[in-house]
């Protein structure tokens, strides 16, 4: 999607926003995910939340080994609680996408940092555009919600992939979203832990689904509750997923790089071996000779790999959109399902 589309169907979320109301949509089931690593202190107000601003959605908390009494709160809040054995939020959002059947999925932390009281305007919005993914952007005025460190990595990182798969989004690393089930079922989630927002932005990328972002507000965490979220390790985390993303979703890209990498090294090595031929007829220096020959059938390589891998790469795209388009549109098949005899 080119940038004036991007800016067109961006206007049209702010416009929809505004007049949106509380959906008509007894007929879609909606499940809301919330997982969950030790949040005993917020996940009562999370679940009262959105049962207030979501009367007829299905409640999901998953806690992933907590060690306080996060799971028996939410069962005593009406939750539907699900254990996630394996440590982390991609893997707990990976269960969650597996397990789960709805037409709409709302996926939030457990933390008390989102406004539930966006959610029908979200789920509206995805609904009556016919969108695949809804962002809650975060907007606060407190850095004691939204650290500076924060602000600059998320910045960082979304410029990273807004250069590397197009620019679409302005906080990639939200964890307030609402997808359609199309989105769900097509989406192969690879990552282990707060990788999964970039995952997930990603393949609304690489898939040309629609998708926009509106603003929530964003408040800081309840009194005695911590942030699982270590800035510099998994902002390196989340770095290296997008080397990866970028190596497996655009491999020419990634692999003329490498390959150009080998020629700048080749060039530089080779520069003086033929200086010193030139001008004297000879080659003193050999292993500058044998190295930058190496260098050059290494980038020959590289790009060999990049040319059979994007190849690959398009293979698997289309067996995604293949799982995407095997789900219907989620009103047209609700409706479809209330007339079938």
């Avoid at 919600?145 to 250069?163: P, Q």
């Amino acid at each position: 999607m080119g940038n004036r589309a991007t800016a067109q169907l961006t206007d049209w979320a702010a416009r929809a926003v505004k007049t949106a109301r509380a959906p008509a949509v007894s007929p879609v089931r909606i499940a809301v995910l919330a997982p969950c690593l030790n949040e005993a202190h917020s996940i009562a107000q999370v679940i009262a939340g959105f049962r207030a601003a979501l009367p007829g959605a299905e409640i999901y908390v998953y806690d992933n080994n907590s060690s306080d009494q996060t799971a028996q709160i939410a069962r005593d809040e009406g939750a539907n609680v699900r254990p996630a054995a394996l440590k982390g939020k991609g893997n707990t959002v990976r269960r969650m996408f597996s397990d789960i059947d709805a037409d709409v999925y709302l996926l939030v932390d457990g933390d008390g940092t989102y406004d539930c009281t966006a959610a029908p305007a979200m789920i509206s919005l995805l609904l009556e555009g016919g969108l695949d993914m809804v962002c809650g952007r975060r907007v606060t005025d407190d850095d004691a919600a939204y650290r500076t460190g924060h602000r600059f990595g998320n910045r960082m990182l979304t410029g990273m992939v807004d250069r590397l798969f197009g620019r679409r989004f302005e906080d990639m690393l939200t964890g307030y979203r609402v997808f359609s089930r199309r989105f769900v079922k097509s989406f192969p989630a690879h990552s282990a832990g707060f990788e999964i927002e970039t995952e997930l932005t990603v393949h609304a990328l690489r898939m040309r689904l629609p998708a926009v972002e509106i603003d929530t507000r964003y408040v800081a965490r309840l009194d005695g509750s911590e942030s699982k979220l270590h800035t510099v390790r998994d902002g390196l985390r989340i770095v290296r997923m997008i080397g990866l993303l970028l190596r497996d979703e655009r491999p020419l890209q990634f692999f003329s790089s490498v390959a150009g990498l080998f020629v700048c090294l080749a060039a530089i090595l080779a520069a003086p071996v033929f200086k010193d031929y030139l001008a004297f007829g000879q080659v003193p220096r050999m292993p500058s000779l044998i190295a930058s020959t190496g260098f050059g059938v290494s980038a020959l390589l590289s790009l060999a790999c990049g040319l059979i891998l994007d190849v690959l790469s398009r293979a698997r795209l289309e067996q995604r959109y293949f799982a995407y388009l095997a789900v219907g549109p989620t009103l047209e098949r609700r409706q479809a399902q209330r007339t079938a005899p």
